[in-house]
């Protein structure tokens, strides 16, 4: 062949390569290099500014992550103390995969046929396996702890992630775990702010209006018995005793914030604890005809302050009582959750939380229900339920659907440091 023709079929072969090579990598991103890192930056940012919730946040950087990297599965795993986790993936750290994760901050199961057999290495191998994983990146880079691990699955189309490819992740997995980080930090300030604002309005109010009502209360004990029941002033002093005792539950309720309280740690024992909120719950779910079942499934070691969390438990479940129908069931489970937590959750099939509502519910004083018949309603429950999971350092959250029901699932840490 002449020397030109041979250079024409190079150069023509090569960029037919080269047009296919790009339009592999265009299915990673729609652009390659630096414009795609500024736009997937660009794109996560906004994601951020639009969902203030950490673990909602987390959940829309998986779809992303699953829409941008070619994969149908994008985990964001967070660290829970013993472990990463996210939903049922867990990396325990004590694993030799961990160090050796930590120490590369990525792997892919291609860059591991290269390298010689560790049990580190091993391991990850074993974990990519097992979960069908074709990448993994640790933030910050080079950290022996790393704040956030992003795993993603092999890709739809089967080819191996390339470096650039882990690069581009990287960058991004950092920008996630600064985010994130700082959403969560956001939202325990806020909880915190909310639950010192309270605590001064609950000071003021509770002790003044105790202050009020205790000589009302002394006068309604001492003429108990003088007006014939019946009477119309039988009647009157009957509902002025009652009003004075809501008043007396309403200063107690809303003294609650106003203390400073240290919680008392202790081992607690899950099956007695739910045999408490059952009896406390009784009256309340027979009234209603609704039945309240639960033994724990997990009963083993748990660090809690016992008073605080059968009176949580008994605010849940007297809501799921109070949301059901006659002849439903209430049920009450504890299993072991996420590593190092023990997962409590509350589920009925009631009447459901409107989507509006559902926002609301942990605000003091919301409630829908009417005070003056047999239910309670100060709107004080969720609240003083919020303020008992942050004092054990945990988490609640609400599921419901109108007409379907309500799971509250309340996750909160099996120790307590001292
Ligand atoms: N399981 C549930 N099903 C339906 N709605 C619920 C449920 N749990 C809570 N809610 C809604 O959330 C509101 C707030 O609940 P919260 O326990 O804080 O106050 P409350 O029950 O109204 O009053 P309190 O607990 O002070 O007696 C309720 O009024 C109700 O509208
Ligand atoms: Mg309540």
């Given at each position: 062949?002449p020397?030109p023709?041979?250079?024409?079929?190079?150069?023509?072969?090569?960029?037919?390569?080269?047009?296919?090579?790009?339009?592999?990598?265009?299915?990673?991103?729609?652009?390659g290099?630096?414009?795609a890192?500024?736009e997937?930056?660009?794109d996560?940012i906004?994601?951020a500014?639009?969902?203030?919730h950490?673990e909602?946040l987390?959940?829309?950087?998986?779809?992303?992550l699953?829409?941008?990297?070619?994969?149908s599965?994008a985990?964001?795993?967070?660290?829970?103390?013993?472990?990463?986790?996210?939903?049922?993936l867990?990396?325990?750290?004590?694993?030799?995969?961990?160090?050796a994760?930590?120490?590369?901050?990525?792997?892919?199961p291609?860059?591991?046929?290269?390298?010689?057999s560790?049990?580190?290495?091993?391991?990850?191998?074993a974990?990519?396996?097992?979960?069908?994983?074709?990448?993994?990146?640790?933030?910050?880079?080079g950290?022996?702890?790393?704040?956030l691990?992003?795993?993603l699955?092999?890709?739809?189309?089967?080819?191996?992630?390339?470096?650039?490819?882990?690069?581009?992740?990287?960058?991004?997995?950092?920008?996630?775990?600064?985010i994130?980080?700082r959403?969560r930090l956001?939202l325990?300030?806020?909880?915190?702010?909310r639950?010192?604002?309270l605590?001064?309005?609950?000071?003021?109010?509770?002790?003044?209006?105790?202050?009020?009502?205790?000589?009302?209360?002394s006068?309604?004990?001492?003429?108990?018995?003088?007006y014939?029941?019946?009477?119309?002033?039988?009647?009157?002093?009957?509902?002025?005793?009652r009003s004075?005792?809501?008043?007396?539950?309403?200063?107690?309720?809303a003294l609650?914030f106003s203390?400073?309280?240290?919680?008392?740690?202790?081992?607690?024992?899950?099956?007695r604890?739910?045999?408490?909120?059952c009896a406390?719950?009784a009256?309340?779910?027979?009234?209603?005809g609704?039945?309240?079942?639960?033994?724990?499934?997990?009963?083993?070691?748990?660090?809690?302050?016992?008073?605080?969390?059968?009176r949580?438990?008994?605010?849940?479940?007297?809501?799921?009582?109070?949301?059901?129908?006659?002849?439903?069931?209430?049920?009450?489970?504890?299993?072991?959750?996420?590593?190092?937590?023990?997962?409590?959750?509350?589920?009925?099939?009631?009447c459901?939380?409107?989507p509006?509502?559902?926002?609301?519910?942990?605000?003091?004083?919301?409630t829908?229900k009417?005070?003056?018949?047999?239910?309670?309603g100060?709107?004080?429950?969720?609240t003083?339920?919020?303020?008992?999971?942050?004092?054990?350092?945990g988490?609640?959250a609400?599921?419901?659907?109108?007409?379907?029901g309500t799971?509250?699932?309340?996750?909160?840490?099996?120790?307590?440091?001292?």
């Amino acid at each position: 062949m002449p020397q030109p023709a041979a250079i024409i079929l190079s150069v023509a072969v090569f960029s037919a390569a080269a047009f296919w090579l790009d339009r592999r990598s265009r299915d990673w991103l729609s652009l390659g290099g630096e414009r795609a890192i500024a736009e997937m930056r660009r794109d996560t940012i906004e994601i951020a500014r639009l969902e203030p919730h950490p673990e909602k946040l987390a959940a829309q950087f998986e779809k992303f992550l699953r829409d941008q990297c070619q994969t149908s599965y994008a985990a964001l795993l967070v660290d829970q103390g013993e472990a990463h986790t996210a939903g049922r993936l867990q990396f325990a750290k004590n694993r030799p995969g961990y160090a050796a994760l930590a120490e590369k901050g990525w792997t892919t199961p291609e860059s591991l046929l290269r390298r010689r057999s560790t049990p580190g290495l091993d391991d990850l191998r074993a974990f990519l396996a097992e979960h069908s994983l074709g990448l993994m990146v640790a933030s910050p880079r080079g950290s022996p702890n790393p704040t956030l691990i992003i795993a993603l699955g092999t890709k739809t189309n089967e080819w191996p992630f390339t470096y650039p490819e882990v690069q581009r992740l990287q960058n991004i997995a950092e920008l996630m775990d600064n985010i994130l980080t700082r959403s969560r930090l956001t939202l325990q300030a806020a909880v915190r702010a909310r639950m010192e604002h309270l605590a001064m309005m609950s000071r003021g109010l509770a002790h003044d209006l105790n202050n009020l009502i205790t000589p009302i209360s002394s006068f309604l004990v001492h003429t108990d018995g003088r007006y014939a029941s019946g009477s119309p002033e039988g009647e009157v002093h009957a509902a002025a005793r009652r009003s004075v005792r809501i008043m007396g539950d309403y200063v107690r309720e809303a003294l609650f914030f106003s203390e400073r309280l240290t919680p008392r740690f202790e081992r607690v024992e899950l099956g007695r604890i739910f045999q408490e909120v059952c009896a406390v719950t009784a009256t309340r779910a027979a009234e209603r005809g609704v039945a309240v079942v639960g033994v724990p499934e997990y009963d083993g070691p748990v660090t809690a302050d016992s008073v605080l969390l059968q009176r949580m438990l008994a605010n849940v479940v007297g809501n799921a009582i109070d949301a059901s129908g006659r002849g439903q069931t209430v049920t009450l489970s504890a299993t072991l959750g996420r590593s190092g937590f023990l997962c409590l959750r509350v589920a009925d099939a009631g009447c459901g939380i409107a989507p509006d509502n559902l926002a609301r519910i942990f605000d003091p004083y919301f409630t829908t229900k009417k005070y003056g018949d047999d239910v309670r309603g100060f709107g004080l429950g969720l609240t003083i339920c919020q303020k008992i999971v942050q004092l054990h350092g945990g988490t609640v959250a609400v599921e419901s659907e109108l007409g379907k029901g309500t799971t509250v699932t309340l996750n909160l840490p099996l120790a307590q440091s001292a």
